[in-house]
């Protein structure tokens, strides 16, 4: 029997006449779309269009909230009152939720972008405030969370279904936390390579550091970015060697179904 697994991307990210990836060539290699919601990309009508092209290919959906950053795309660091931060994340994620129900779609899931993610992967007060807000929305929404993070955790103790998921592009360090992007080996480039990083974490059963040691864990879903250039051919491959492995590629809520 083989096994189910979930490949996500993040989509939607263009805005005006600003192009960002090629969304219908990824829609239809991955299960899951995490949809951008406006404050560190996508716009209305992006958003609209990326839920119809979602479920016109049976890829479910997720909110892909993010600080207020367009100009740093998400990435920039920031100091939000609690308070402040949780009333955004409500209000991205109902963004989406509108957007799909006009479409006969339906939000199955929430990832944090960019900074927001990374900062709530390792700190434990903040991602409770991210895990608190989805849950607020809907206890029956997923938390799309990396593998051996805090957010995971917090998404555990808000009660929330949480999807573990690994970067096919991204090295990580010793505590199972990202590689920084400014620092050398952090991104993992080309197909083969990529799909060698996922196979060996596979095998492996858990997180691989860039020197060797295995973090054991779960891994629900395989996240493939969509914004370089080699972001579809890549996507193909791993998709490809991840069905000549004896995986199946389904949406993440199936993923997640016994």
Known sequence: MSQKINLNADLGESFGAWQMGNDPALLDLVGS??????????DPLVMRQTVRAARERGVSIGAHPAFPDLQGFGRRRMDIPAAELTAMLIYQIGALQA???????????????GALNNMAC????????VA???????????LLAPAHSQ??????RAGLWVGLEVFADRAYQEDGQLVPRSQPGAMIHGAEASLAHVLRMLEAGGLVS?????L?????SICVHGDGPDAIASAQRILEGLQNAGYTPTTLPETLTK
């Open 33 to 42: 779309a995490n949809v951008a919601c406006g404050f560190h990309a996508g």
């Open 151 to 156: 957010l995971a955790l917090a998404g555990a």
């Open 132 to 142: 608190r807000a989805v849950a607020a929305v809907s206890r029956d929404l997923i």
């Open 210 to 214: 860039q020197n060797g040691k295995v």
């Open 99 to 113: 957007m799909a129900s006009v479409e006969g779609h339906h939000v199955s899931h929430v990832k944090p972008h």
């Open 216 to 220: 054991k864990t779960a891994i629900h």
């Open 122 to 129: 390792a700190d434990a007060q903040l991602a409770d405030i």
